[in-house]
């Protein structure tokens, strides 16, 4: 045989092995994370609009955001609202200017507190122009909105936390 194709043949090989074990390793991650207690909500029962898990129940009707970072939102300002829809595992919602979307994950509740992590993916928003002091608000709502990653559902509100750092915290309509 000639060194060139023993080297080809080596290549093929070796990638073969390395793709081989690319797809185990990725298996192998795949169970462990289907098999965690990560909730994903397309997968839960939401006959009655909303999500149920041990201590977590979440109603999907409109929210509107009542504070962002601790402070009260001014009674004039344009409402912003969020609605969940468990089934498939999206949230949206109307900022001062612009609607707005993403998916989202509910994990694990936190062992200190009454909190569940939370993630969004995917955010996505239009992007209409409106008068500067709203396209200000709306920007430090879509920027505390992304770096949640802790959620509090109590009967009739919600509040987003980064670690214990409240950053929003909504009621319902």
Do not use: W
């Not at 793709?19 to 965690?36: E, K, P």
């Not at 009707?61 to 009674?75: A, E, N, S």
Request: net charge positive; hydrophobic share 35%.
């Amino acid at each position: 045989m000639q060194p060139e194709k023993l080297i080809n043949n080596a290549v093929k090989n070796t990638l073969k092995i390395l793709l081989s074990l690319c797809l185990t390793v990725f298996s192998v991650q795949c169970s462990v994370f289907s098999s965690s207690s990560i909730i994903h909500h397309p997968s839960l029962n939401t006959k009655h609009s909303s999500l149920n898990t041990k201590h977590l129940t979440l109603n999907t009707k409109h929210l509107t955001l009542v504070k962002i970072q601790g402070r009260d939102i001014p009674k004039n300002a344009k409402s912003v609202t969020l609605s969940f829809n468990p089934e498939a595992g999206t949230l949206s919602g109307q900022a001062t200017c612009n609607s707005y979307s993403a998916n989202f994950v509910i994990g694990n509740q936190r062992p200190d507190s009454e909190k569940f992590q939370f993630s969004i993916s995917n955010f996505q928003f239009t992007d209409i122009r409106c008068p500067e002091a709203d396209m200000n608000a709306e920007g430090r709502f879509f920027a505390a909105f992304q770096k949640a990653n802790n959620i509090l559902i109590s009967e009739n509100s919600l509040t987003l936390y980064r670690d214990n750092k409240e950053l929003l915290h909504f009621e319902q309509n």
